[in-house]
C-alpha cells in the first residue's frame, strides 16, 4: 500500500479482554516497530522487527503484551488481560531498514479499556 | 529518568512569533530526528541530523545538532497555526531502534 496501515483505528474493550492489533507496513519495508503513546505523552518502544533477525523485545512492558509478524510483512500486537493502564495509542511505523532511514508511522490504534 | 528530555513540555504562543524546542540526550548521538504529529494522527518526518553540527531547514523550520553537547534544536521562524502539534525528537544509537523524547506540545494561537 501507499503508507503504513493500522487497524482498528478505535477499540475499546472490557478490563481483562485480550486484544490484537494490527500493522500492515510498507511493501518492501524489513523493519518494523511498535510504539505505545499516552495521552500528551511521548513514544514508548516495545518490540523491533528487522527482516529474519529475532525481535527485540526489549520495550514490551510485561508478558501480557506479545507481537508478531509473519512472513516478514503484517504484524500482529496482542495484549492479554488487558488492564486499564493499557489505554494509549499504540503507533506501527516500518522502515527499509537501513541506517540512518527514517521511519514512516501509522495514523495508530486508540485502545480504550473499560 | 528518560534518555532523551524535550524542553519545554508545552508551548503556546501567538502566531508571528519565534520559538526553540530542544532535545537533550543522556548518552551519545549518532543522528537526530525531529518529528511532528497531529492530533489523531501518526508522525510526520520533518528532518534528519547526522553527526558533525548538523544544521537543515525546511520552510520556516531550523533544526541544529550540537553533538559536544549532545543536543538538538529546533527553531520555527514566524510561527502559524499550521505549526501546531507535538514535536518528538528520536535518537540514532546505532543499536538499531529509535528512542524518542517526551515530546513538546505547541499550540499557536492568532
Known amino acids: 500500500g501507499a503508507g503504513v496501515s493500522q487497524s482498528p483505528s478505535n477499540k475499546v474493550t472490557e478490563k481483562g479482554k485480550d486484544v490484537e492489533l494490527r500493522c500492515d507496513p510498507i511493501?518492501?519495508?524489513?523493519?518494523l516497530y511498535w510504539y505505545r503513546q499516552s495521552l500528551g505523552q511521548g513514544l514508548e518502544f516495545l518490540i523491533y522487527?528487522?527482516?529474519?533477525?529475532?525481535?527485540?523485545k526489549s520495550g514490551l512492558p510485561s508478558d501480557r503484551f506479545s507481537a508478531e509478524r509473519t512472513g516478514g510483512s503484517v504484524s500482529t500486537l496482542t495484549i492479554q488481560r488487558t488492564q486499564q493502564e493499557d489505554s494509549a495509542v499504540y503507533l506501527c511505523?516500518?522502515?527499509?531498514?537501513?541506517?540512518?532511514?527514517?521511519?514512516?508511522f501509522g495514523s495508530g490504534t486508540q485502545l480504550s479499556v473499560l | 529518568s528518560q534518555e532523551l528530555e524535550q524542553s519545554p513540555q508545552s508551548l503556546i504562543v501567538q502566531e508571528g512569533k519565534n520559538l526553540t524546542i530542544n532535545c537533550t540526550s543522556s548518552?551519545?548521538?549518532?543522528?537526530l530526528y525531529w518529528y511532528k504529529q497531529k492530533y489523531g494522527e501518526g508522525l510526520i518526518f520533518l528532518m534528519m541530523?547526522?553527526?558533525?553540527?548538523e544544521e537543515k531547514s525546511h520552510e520556516k523550520i531550523t533544526a541544529k545538532l550540537d553533538e559536544k553537547k549532545q543536543q538538538s534544536s529546533l527553531h520555527i521562524t514566524a510561527s502559524q497555526p499550521s505549526h501546531a502539534g507535538i514535536y518528538l525528537c528520536?535518537?540514532?544509537?546505532?543499536?538499531?531502534?529509535?528512542?524518542f523524547g517526551t515530546g513538546t506540545r505547541l499550540q499557536v494561537f492568532p
Open positions: 511505523a516500518s522502515s527499509l531498514g537501513i541506517t540512518n532511514e527514517k521511519l514512516f
Open positions: 511493501s518492501g519495508h524489513t523493519a
Open positions: 522487527f528487522q527482516g529474519n533477525s529475532a525481535p527485540d
Open positions: 548518552k551519545t548521538l549518532y543522528g
Open positions: 541530523l547526522q553527526k558533525g553540527g
Open positions: 528520536g535518537a540514532d544509537r546505532r543499536t538499531d531502534k529509535l528512542i
